[in-house]
């Protein structure tokens, strides 16, 4: 087990167990935001034929503007016209198909007797030809990119298949909101996070009731979870505690592989297999659960464009780094002339209102802190 690794390491452990592997045929009306498993290839050219982008009249652009005669009318779903005679203009309609020799357009606007241009002619495969890549393997499934593929000729496309993704939070203090609070106890409140992120991610969640730190009980949960899913999560238990039980049962009876990332929050996760099932240990605290699961599940399980854009943005809060551990402060973006950021709350990883309050995490590297002024790079976040 490698023991307090960069993010980077982490990342690269994780994916030698590929989470992405299994694929499906799917309409490409049930494929938004789902990842596409192959590379895809244009099945025509894109335009099909040349055409019109405007109303108005195809002509050849050699013959005398002022003796111009209207023959006939060509609509957007008619054939390729027969060519022009010398003299002749067709009225034609966006997207219809332009006679073989015709050369230029004319707006409607600007009357028959107007000025022909040569770039109202839309020219066949000038989008994309036939042959081409039209979207990368692992490319996130738009509403532009699914029309790119339909465009070419696809109604399906083949996608990985959506892993079932365990949840588990533990703590002998948590208890379900909606329940009468004891002393001591705390509502539960990591599961709807990570369900919600999970689900976002494209992957299938499946929540566990809260299970308390014992040894046994958490053993056959786990045992349960490998046997009826793709990778667990869990939450709480994997730091130093006394009864962090997730991280000795992993490293006692499991096969651990990391343990601690340099990043601040989110500092003790865990990874390893549990019955030949990935599992991701996460810390119990609100803040660094959300943090970890952007930073390290993200791109292994999904697509970062469905939770992040990387951005540059000038401070004007001053901002804690941390020694040897990328530090990952809330702060909130606002888009004036230029990005800025600032914080308004505390910043402490328990405090789940300080990721409501803000909308993007600092990435400050390793012994940095961040001054009033600096441009520092940052994870803004999507709603
Ligand atoms: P742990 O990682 O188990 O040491 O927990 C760290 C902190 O997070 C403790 O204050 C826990 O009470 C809190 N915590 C753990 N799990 C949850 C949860 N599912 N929801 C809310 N807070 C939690
Ligand atoms: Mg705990």
Same mark, same amino acid.
């Given at each position: 087990?490698?023991?307090?690794v960069? *993010?980077?390491?982490?990342? @690269? %452990?994780l994916?030698?167990?590929?989470?992405?592997?299994?694929?499906? @045929?799917?309409?490409?009306?049930? /494929?938004?935001? #789902?990842?596409s498993?192959r590379?895809m *290839?244009?099945?025509?050219?894109?335009?099909? !034929?040349?055409?019109?982008?405007?109303?108005?009249?195809?002509?050849i652009?050699?013959d005398?503007?002022?003796?111009?005669?209207?023959i006939s009318?060509?609509? /957007? $779903?008619?054939k390729?016209?027969?060519?022009l005679?010398?003299?002749d203009? !067709?009225?034609i309609?966006?997207?219809?198909?332009?006679?073989?020799?015709?050369?230029a357009?004319?707006?409607?606007?600007?009357?028959? &007797?107007?000025? +022909?241009?040569? &770039?109202?002619?839309?020219?066949?495969?000038?989008?994309i030809?036939?042959?081409?890549?039209?979207l990368?393997q692992?490319?996130?499934?738009t509403? /532009?990119?699914?029309?790119?593929?339909?465009s070419?000729g696809?109604? =399906?496309?083949?996608?990985? =298949?959506?892993?079932?993704?365990?949840? %588990?939070?533990?703590?002998?203090?948590?208890?379900?909101?909606?329940?009468e609070?004891?002393?001591?106890q705390?509502?539960?409140?990591?599961?709807?996070?990570?369900? =919600?992120?999970?689900?976002? +991610?494209? +992957?299938?969640?499946?929540v566990?009731?809260?299970?308390k730190?014992?040894?046994?009980?958490?053993?056959?949960?786990?045992?349960?979870?490998?046997?009826?899913s793709?990778l %667990?999560?869990?939450? $709480?238990?994997?730091?130093m505690?006394d009864r962090?039980?997730?991280?000795?049962?992993?490293i @006692?009876? $499991?096969?651990?592989?990391?343990?601690?990332?340099?990043? #601040?929050?989110?500092g003790?996760?865990?990874f390893?297999?549990?019955?030949?099932?990935?599992?991701?240990?996460?810390p119990? &605290?609100?803040?660094s659960?959300?943090?970890?699961?952007?930073?390290?599940?993200v791109?292994?399980?999904?697509?970062?464009?469905? !939770?992040?854009k990387? %951005?540059?943005?000038?401070?004007q809060?001053?901002?804690?780094? /941390?020694?040897?551990?990328t530090t990952f402060?809330?702060?909130?973006?606002?888009s004036?002339?230029?990005?800025?950021?600032?914080?308004?709350?505390?910043?402490?990883s328990?405090n789940?209102?300080?990721?409501?309050?803000?909308?993007?995490?600092?990435?400050?590297?390793?012994?940095?802190? $961040?001054?009033?002024?600096?441009?520092?790079?940052?994870?803004?976040?999507f709603?």
């Amino acid at each position: 087990m490698e023991e307090n690794v960069t *993010i980077d390491r982490a990342l @690269e %452990i994780l994916s030698e167990y590929p989470l992405l592997s299994k694929t499906e @045929e799917i309409p490409l009306f049930e /494929a938004h935001n #789902r990842i596409s498993a192959r590379q895809m *290839i244009s099945l025509v050219d894109n335009p099909p !034929f040349d055409n019109s982008s405007i109303d108005g009249w195809a002509v050849i652009a050699s013959d005398d503007p002022n003796k111009r005669v209207e023959i006939s009318s060509i609509f /957007a $779903g008619d054939k390729t016209p027969p060519p022009l005679s010398s003299g002749d203009a !067709f009225r034609i309609m966006t997207g219809a198909p332009i006679p073989k020799n015709a050369d230029a357009l004319v707006m409607v606007e600007d009357g028959i &007797n107007g000025q +022909a241009r040569n &770039n109202f002619i839309r020219f066949k495969g000038e989008n994309i030809s036939k042959g081409e890549i039209a979207l990368k393997q692992s490319s996130l499934l738009t509403p /532009a990119s699914l029309a790119l593929l339909a465009s070419v000729g696809h109604s =399906t496309v083949s996608v990985f =298949t959506k892993p079932i993704v365990s949840i %588990i939070p533990t703590g002998n203090e948590l208890i379900s909101p909606g329940k009468e609070l004891l002393d001591g106890q705390i509502y539960e409140s990591n599961s709807i996070t990570l369900s =919600t992120l999970v689900k976002r +991610a494209g +992957a299938i969640p499946s929540v566990v009731d809260s299970i308390k730190d014992e040894l046994n009980d958490l053993r056959d949960t786990l045992d349960y979870c490998a046997s009826t899913s793709d990778l %667990i999560i869990t939450s $709480g238990g994997v730091s130093m505690g006394d009864r962090d039980y997730i991280r000795k049962l992993l490293i @006692e009876e $499991g096969t651990p592989l990391f343990w601690k990332v340099k990043m #601040r929050p989110g500092g003790p996760p865990i990874f390893g297999i549990w019955k030949d099932t990935p599992i991701i240990g996460l810390p119990g &605290n609100p803040v660094s659960s959300y943090v970890v699961f952007l930073n390290l599940i993200v791109p292994w399980l999904s697509h970062p464009d469905l !939770f992040y854009k990387k %951005i540059r943005a000038h401070l004007q809060s001053q901002l804690k780094g /941390a020694p040897e551990k990328t530090t990952f402060r809330r702060i909130k973006i606002e888009s004036k002339d230029q990005l800025f950021a600032s914080t308004h709350t505390h910043q402490g990883s328990g405090n789940i209102k300080s990721m409501v309050a803000h909308d993007a995490l600092s990435i400050l590297p390793p012994n940095t802190n $961040g001054e009033v002024g600096d441009i520092i790079d940052a994870l803004w976040l999507f709603d």
